[in-house]
């Protein structure tokens, strides 16, 4: 691959399930549900297929879908956005983060994230030229170091990060923030996003907010950075249906904001697919008008996976870093005496059966991720439990 591309190999996910296939092991590395999304709304994305669009959608979007995110921003947050200008539907929210970076970010921008981050980021920064700089969460609670958050995007920080990746010298433009955080379950509190929403005011930092968990918060509530003051006009929220109706195939994402912001999406959306596909997009706008019920029992659901995947970690020796949300967990592998959850992730389908995925592939900074290993519980109760049995057997 060209040069911008050097160094980001295959994602780690693709890694992690095709060992996971060759050995067949349990799956707990890559995030995607073992069940899929309601029944209605499979049937209708099936009668779309048939009744059609089958052609070309607008490049913005199914205008039913468009109406639908901005109800869900309204219902949900009381954010008003206008969907026709405000609104840009994605290939899932991977797309979303790839066009606003690619639409927003000039070469040599600084972009500000916090690590662990999601491997497209980071992919998605160096595809557009620019430079990431990376402020670090760190075990066991992940908590935000707003004086280096300030120092990142003042440009003030010493000039690299330990991993050698170039940091200091000019003022970032873009702040990348993903809550509730994968891999490590993070959800940000008010509190924190106050902090943050400072120091983009401050720098005057577009914020791209990537909310792919927004109902997947557990512990504490899930606050969307566009809805403190002053950042209605500097954020970009990302968000998309996989993970919210257990669709993680369907790849229906969306990015709203301010018109100036979401334009920028659309300039480099249309040169990226153009349109994504129209039955499935009419299929979510459904899925997003379901009642509260829905989104409450789903989220249930996964709390008491959560709790079942981290009492079966827990069992089998393992230090928990209990997340609040999202699909995973953490564990730090030196309570079982280990230290490279590489080297782990690597042998743990031959000795255990199980598949996680090495946290310290989203960090730069090697030593804080190294003995980090996530693990997905966004499975049937019963192969939460044959995992958790089998790491306490081989452990
Ligand atoms: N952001 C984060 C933080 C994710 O975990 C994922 C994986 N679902 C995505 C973005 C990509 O979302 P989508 O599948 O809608 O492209
Ligand atoms: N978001 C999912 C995860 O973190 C995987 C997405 C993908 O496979 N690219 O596991």
Redo the contacts with the bound molecule.
């Keep these: 691959p060209a040069q911008r591309l050097h160094g980001f190999g295959t994602?780690i996910?693709?890694e992690m399930?095709a060992l996971a296939q060759r050995t067949g092991a349990i799956n707990l590395?890559?995030?995607?549900p073992d069940v899929d999304g309601p029944n209605e709304i499979v049937e209708a994305a099936a009668r779309a297929l048939r009744a059609g669009p089958n052609q070309y959608t607008p490049a913005r979007g199914m205008p039913e879908l468009r109406r639908a995110i901005a109800e869900h921003q309204r219902r949900f947050y009381g954010i008003d956005v206008d969907p026709d200008r405000q609104v840009q539907v994605t290939v899932g929210a991977?797309e979303a983060i790839a066009a606003a970076i690619i639409g927003l970010c000039d070469p040599g921008d600084a972009v500000v994230t916090f690590e662990p981050y999601?491997?497209?980021y980071a992919a998605c920064i160096a595809i557009a030229g620019g430079v990431r700089r990376p402020v670090t969460l760190r075990p066991p609670d992940f908590a935000l170091d707003v004086e280096a958050l300030r120092a990142a995007a003042s440009g003030g920080a010493e000039g690299t990060a330990p991993s050698g990746v170039p940091g200091g010298g000019s003022p970032a433009r873009i702040l990348l923030l993903n809550s509730p955080h994968?891999?490590t379950g993070k959800v940000f509190s008010r509190a924190e996003l106050e902090q943050i929403a400072a120091v983009c005011r401050e720098h005057q930092l577009i914020a791209i907010c990537d909310e792919?968990y927004e109902h997947l918060a557990f512990d504490g509530e899930h606050v969307p950075l566009a809805t403190l003051p002053g950042m209605a006009e500097r954020t970009l929220t990302i968000s998309s249906a996989g993970k919210t109706f257990a669709l993680?195939g369907w790849k229906v994402g969306w990015a709203t904001g301010p018109a100036d912001l979401v334009d920028a999406v659309a300039a480099a959306k249309q040169f990226l697919t153009f349109s994504g596909h129209g039955p499935l997009q009419l299929a979510v706008a459904e899925a997003l008008a379901l009642p509260d019920g829905y989104y409450q029992r789903a989220a249930d659901d996964l709390a008491g996976k959560r709790d079942r995947l981290c009492a079966g970690l827990e069992a089998a020796g393992l230090e928990v870093l209990r997340p609040a949300g999202t699909?995973?967990a953490t564990a730090d592998i030196r309570s079982i005496g280990e230290r490279d959850g590489r080297a782990f992730c690597r042998e743990l389908p031959e000795r255990a059966g199980v598949v996680g995925?090495p946290t310290v592939v989203f960090y730069d900074d090697e030593e804080v991720g190294l003995p980090l290993v996530r693990f997905?519980f966004c499975k049937r109760d019963e192969v939460i439990d044959e995992a958790a049995a089998r790491l306490a057997r081989w452990h």
């Design positions: 994602t996910f693709a399930t590395g890559q995030g995607f991977t999601y491997d497209s994968n891999p792919v993680t699909y995973f995925v997905a």
